[in-house]
């Protein structure tokens, strides 16, 4: 016989006892056995089977498809905003309030009251990481450490994200001249270059242009000079302490040496500043002339070992001791009311001009200056400090990865492309000291989910693996003409008509493939012009399809100090942006949070436990309320409390007070005649005139005494 198995069910002819043994022949028979067995092998299938068919392989991906239809149901879906200011300049380190920016505690509040419950943080690679592979910045650190105790005191959750495009600017130990050609010059940060032949650098109003390494002199040298040619172009003020300052063995804004040419108060000045306290080291008068330039050279023991040695135009003016605990740092030029200008620099460290220049430059992660492994080491270091920080709900890798050296397509995004490779590295190490935490990864294409299609086509597999199954996809979109953000070109309808045909495709497949998609970023104008109306009635089409996908998502950006015309900030926090009421329509909520609250808010009604629940029926939310509360009750939306339709002639209650109603607001038709505790309210909905509109009750009986209202 011929095997139909899994097809059909096979019927096999059983031999009897007086049957030959031709008949049914035994090799048939044990032919349609074997061939029997082998089909239902087949249809079961092996361990960790391949074959989509085989029972195996169906029952792996309907178990994994639970446990993540488990995670999705119970995490559905968190919303909120961003924070920018962190990531802020290119000044590496920076000065936090000068180059980059903390929000306060203040900021957080405002967005917590108004429901904004999620957070992403945009930080900075570099600043957080001086060195590849070396350790994190306690410094800066502490700025993030500051942010998420900002968000804990509200009970919000925090998103972290290297702000740098996929991309890290190294800075090499050693040293280098410069001349200032290019603009695009990375052995400085801050200031402001024009460049020429030689070209110069400046600083102005309080800022500071940072050069070379934390490491410099780096060992085993233990000794360099720092020369330029400076000049004070204009003093922005005249009250005397206006000087251009150059500075060496800068580690941080309040510690380092550094010399003073000052034009008003006609002298210079050689100091140190230990923890911001300065200290006088050598001063002479001298008169420097605006618009001139002075050859300045500050050598660190290279003309007299152990020594300062100040020269000006090529005069040595004074020699001192090196302060102890000076051994290494930047060197830099800080405006001290005053537009100071500096050129031909150079930075020696014995000997040594050049060895900076070759290392110098912003490289892509997954090149040879900035491997996949120094990435990895980032998350490494990152998860290590906040995996045991429930406040921080979740690791982006990345901020819009793009231009990179391998782009992702349908024919690489499993194998070579850049970002598949390094999202993995990322994962990977996170995985390995932190199994609990969220991650999101982003693409290339500046993370576009309009992209999707081009990159991944239209049913990839996924493209990551990670042990803990909470690995998000993130993507961004912005809807003017060229998805920037920017909204530089005036409203059209037709970028309405398209949101469907873009985002969808990226939506289907991470529904059909059980993967939570987190919208790292999206937003639109704010104001009240016709334009900035239609991208908000946009904004609030494209939100209502994210609650049908369950899509988390947080709105770009607040902070501080971000004024970009699609923040979320407030210019005063009594004046809420115009994008906001929208976002607060779709904020969604936890199912599993929902379960959480009903295991310990009820009510005992003659020995019968059950919830007390309030509906936002507005918003589609739900809550819970205690019979009994401790904490305060946020609504957002429109709070119906009383379930009358119509008022009630003589009253009605609306809100009782205390756990034995020790007062109450009625409302009602009519001059009251409820009983009510005495100091109660009662609004009457068909009052007249000054005294007939409001009344208090005088005696907790029926007793009420009316209020003269203003109109």
Do not use: C
């Not at 499993?414 to 991650?439: S, Y």
């Not at 949070?593 to 019968?608: D, L, M, P, R």
């Amino acid at each position: 016989m011929s095997i139909t198995y899994p097809t059909t069910l096979d019927t096999f002819v059983d031999p009897i006892a007086s049957s030959p043994r031709t008949s049914p022949s035994l090799a048939s028979s044990q032919t349609d056995q074997n061939s029997a067995i082998e089909a239902l092998e087949a249809k079961v299938g092996v361990t960790s089977s391949v074959d989509t068919s085989s029972l195996v392989y169906r029952i792996g991906k309907a178990e994994a498809s639970s446990t993540n239809l488990i995670q999705f149901a119970s995490q559905q879906y968190k919303r909120g905003g961003a924070l920018s200011g962190l990531e802020f300049g290119g000044t590496v380190p920076g000065t936090e309030g000068q180059d980059y920016f903390i929000s306060s505690l203040q900021t957080f509040t405002y967005f917590a009251q108004k429901g904004l419950k999620l957070l992403r943080i945009a930080f900075n690679w570099e600043r957080l990481q001086p060195v590849l592979l070396g350790a994190l910045s306690t410094s800066y650190k502490a700025h993030i450490d500051t942010m998420i105790t900002y968000a804990k005191l509200n009970s919000q959750k925090i998103v972290l994200e290297p702000h740098n495009f996929g991309r890290y600017i190294v800075i090499s130990n050693g040293g280098f001249t410069d001349t200032f050609t290019s603009t695009s010059d990375k052995l400085w940060a801050g200031g402001t270059i024009t460049a020429g032949s030689p070209g110069y650098l400046e600083v102005t109003d309080y800022k500071t242009a940072v050069g070379g390494t934390a490491n410099n002199p780096v060992s085993p040298a233990t000794t360099y000079s720092f020369q330029v040619d400076a000049k004070i172009v204009a003093n922005l003020s005249s009250v005397g302490f206006e000087a251009l300052w150059l500075e060496v063995f800068r580690t941080d804004s309040n510690n380092f040496l550094f010399f003073t040419m000052q034009n008003v108060a006609s002298k210079w000045e050689l100091s140190k500043q230990v923890n911001g306290t300065t200290t006088l080291l050598a001063t002479a008068s001298k008169t420097f002339v605006l618009g001139t330039n002075y050859t300045i050279l500050i050598d660190v023991g290279q003309l007299s070992p152990g020594n300062i040695s100040l020269k000006i135009d090529g005069t040595l003016v004074a020699t001192v001791a090196i302060p102890a605990g000076f051994t290494k740092g930047y060197v830099a030029a800080f405006s001290n009311g005053v537009q100071g200008r500096i050129t031909n620099m150079t930075l020696n460290v014995n000997g040594d001009t050049t060895s900076a220049i070759a290392g110098t430059g912003e490289f892509l992660v997954g090149s040879a200056q900035v491997p996949f492994t120094a990435f990895a080491d980032l998350w490494t270091k990152i998860a290590t400090a906040y995996k045991d920080e429930p406040t921080v709900l979740m690791y982006d890798t990345m901020n819009e990865w793009h231009d990179m050296s391998v782009e992702t397509s349908p024919a690489n995004y499993l194998t070579t492309a850049t970002t598949t490779l390094a999202n993995q590295a990322a994962i990977d190490a996170i995985r390995a000291v932190d199994t609990n935490k969220w991650i999101a990864i982003e693409s290339t294409r500046w993370t576009g989910i309009q992209s999707f299609t081009n990159m991944y086509g239209a049913n990839p597999q996924i493209w990551w693996t990670d042990p803990s199954n909470k690995t998000l996809v993130s993507w961004h979109y912005y809807q003017d003409s060229d998805h920037s953000g920017s909204y530089s070109t005036a409203y059209d309808a037709s970028y309405r008509t398209r949101i469907l045909t873009e985002v969808l495709p990226a939506l289907i497949w991470a529904q059909k493939n059980n993967v939570i998609t987190f919208i790292g970023e999206y937003g639109v104008l704010n104001g009240v012009s016709a334009d900035a109306i239609n991208w908000q009635s946009d904004m609030d089409y494209l939100l209502t399809i994210f609650d049908a996908f369950g899509v988390w998502a947080t709105h770009w950006s607040g902070g501080d100090a971000y004024s970009s015309p699609t923040t979320l900030q407030p210019s005063t926090f009594a004046v809420d942006r115009e994008q906001l009421p929208i976002i607060q329509k779709h904020l969604g909520y936890d199912p599993q949070e929902i379960v959480n609250a009903y295991k310990t808010n009820f009510k005992n009604t003659n020995g019968v436990i059950t919830p007390v629940t309030y509906a936002d029926t507005t918003n589609g939310r739900l809550g819970i309320m205690n019979a009994t509360p401790t904490d305060p009750l946020t609504v957002t939306g429109t709070a119906s409390i009383a379930a009358a339709t119509v008022a009630t002639a003589g009253g009605a209650a609306a809100l009782k007070i205390g756990t034995s109603t020790v007062v109450g607001i009625y409302f009602g038709s009519g001059v009251p005649t409820i009983s009510a505790p005495k100091g109660s309210l009662y609004l009457r909905t068909d009052g007249s005139s000054t005294s007939t509109r409001a009344y208090i009750n005088t005696d907790a009986l029926t007793t009420w005494t009316s209020l003269t209202t203003a109109a």
